[in-house]
């Protein structure tokens, strides 16, 4: 039986990387040792820390304006990490909520500098005219997917501000052009790879300003001067983002997974509308491809759901804590025949309980 994943982070890996990985684990290019017993200063990892960066830049198109950063620490640490570097203690910085991520990254920066916090929720859906409230801050910060809440934001929001995003749950999800950007961040655990490691795209003229209590570890400036090697880097994490990388070129880059994914996502939102069974309750001009949640219409087939789907082979459908139901997360390693096993199984499900 095929075994598919659904868990919103840590996240499936693409079957082919696992498999190369595993391959390469003891003996890594026939050196009797595994990538992650190399020193990271080593020629052999520094030419796997290289191309992983390379392939990156390629992939999304990253000019040598901007710096990209391997660090650790996860998304979060990126919470703190902005604020201190970008802006002063007094301040101002703007935050767009549309879920529960930009909201706890807003709550985290305001321990750094002076927040204003533009709650753009309204209803199901997001009042994205809302965004020209901002416009005084050091920066504007926002979630272009929210993976709690399924909620995506699909066009940059309108600023002259250099803008900040948290790509975390769909960075190499969908094409986007990194030169509107001041900085993109992104914890690795749903798209590029384990969890820990966090990527850091920043514009180069936006660093080497950052407040002085800054922790050293989370200076972008300092982190950038020493090639995100001014500590012991999280190495095999790094080694396996840039297998994901490799894996993604050979799929076609960005544009083919962006395509598959709304493919992925119509699949399932078409059958969840199709009925009053199950429910999605976003406003579709904002519901995320990668992270679908969704409810049954009679709760009390919640649980019976949840142990027939995972004995089915479909994994961790169960939804956030806060939001109850379900949540499918049907991230680049997720393949169309993964969705269709779902709605295949739902259909089933949806017969037998009717
Ligand atoms: N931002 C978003 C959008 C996320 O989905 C997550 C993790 N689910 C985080 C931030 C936090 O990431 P981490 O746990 O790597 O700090």
Redesign the pocket.
Known sequence: MSVYNFC??PAMLPAEVMAKAQKELVDFHGLGVSVMELSHRSKEYLAVANAAEANLRELMGISDDYAVLFTH?????HFSAIPLNLAGADDQVDYLISGQ?SA??AQEAAKYAQVNRIDLRVGNGLEMTRAGEAGQGAYLHY?P????DGVAIFDEPDSDQPLIA?Y??CILGREIDINRYGLIYA?A??NVGP?GL?LVIVRRDLIGQAQPTTPSILDYGLLDKHDSMYNTPPTYAWYLAGEVFKWIKAQGGVAAMAELNRHKAALLYDFIDSGDFYQNRVDPSHRSEMNVPFQLANPDLDAAFLAQSQQAGLMALKGHRSVGGMRASLYNAMPIEGVQALVAFMKAFELQHK
Do not use: F, Y
């Open positions: 919103a982070g620490g996860g998304a979060r640490a991520w706890g990254a979630c997917n929210e993976t709690v948290d975390s749950s914890g655990q749903k969890a966090a």
